[in-house]
T-cell receptor, first 109, second 116 residues
């Protein structure tokens, strides 16, 4: 069992829909990252969280440390949001990131 | 543009070839990483360099050999690879702050490697 579990693995939605991607982890962490990977392969860091909530444009990330759970929300989704979204955690006292397998999001016009 | 540049973007090599992947960061970071991404699997950390010193080698076969000549450049030297080594190889950098935790990681575009 992976230390970082994401759900769903695949998600297809219509343009404009509100999107939620979930991430659960099993270790104590110092930070959680949400990353976006486009088909070409490059990865962009969206958020780094250690508590609470962050918002950037149409993207919102929340984390519940007690429940070891984080969500990434996309409001007013657009086809250009189509990508793989990856959750990664950094355990306490460890510089390594442990990654989930990603959620493939497809937004249909 | 993330500030981390990888070359080449695509590489096809035979099992007897020797090639190198290059990563360059212009962010002033002190930590650089090599990751491997195989189909349907999470990213796997291969090597970590902090302040040009290798601090982690995640049981990577010796046919992969990293080199960090300075804090801005990282290489991955490849020789006698196997077809199962075909994958996307990603470089990343971050600023390690021992008392305050690392900053977020910035990734390159990756090198898509095919071993034939």
């Amino acid at each position: 069992k992976n230390e970082v579990e994401q759900s769903p693995q695949n998600l297809t939605a219509q343009e404009g829909e509100f999107i939620t991607i979930n991430c659960s982890y099993s270790v104590g962490i110092s930070a959680l990252h949400w990353l976006q990977q486009h088909p070409g392969g490059g990865i962009v860091s969206l958020f780094m969280l250690s508590s609470g909530k962050k918002k950037h444009g149409r993207l919102i990330a929340t984390i519940n440390i007690q429940e070891k759970h984080s969500s990434l929300h996309i409001t007013a989704s657009h086809p250009r949001d189509s990508a793989v979204y990856i959750c990664a955690v950094r355990a306490f006292g460890n510089e390594k990131l442990t990654f989930g397998t990603g959620t493939r999001l497809t937004i249909i016009p | 543009e993330t500030g981390v540049t990888q070359t080449p973007r695509h590489l096809v090599m035979g099992m007897t070839n020797k090639k190198s992947l290059k990563c360059e960061q212009h962010l002033g970071h002190n930590a650089m990483y090599w990751y491997k991404q195989s189909a349907k699997k999470p990213l796997e950390l291969m090597f970590v360099y902090n302040f040009k010193e290798q601090t982690e080698n995640n049981s990577v076969p010796s046919r992969f050999s990293p080199e960090c000549p300075n804090s801005s450049h990282l290489f991955l030297h490849l020789h006698t690879l196997q077809p199962e080594d075909s994958a996307l190889y990603l470089c990343a950098s971050s600023q390690e702050r021992r008392s305050r935790g690392n900053t977020e990681a910035f990734f390159g575009q990756g090198t898509r490697l095919t071993v034939v």
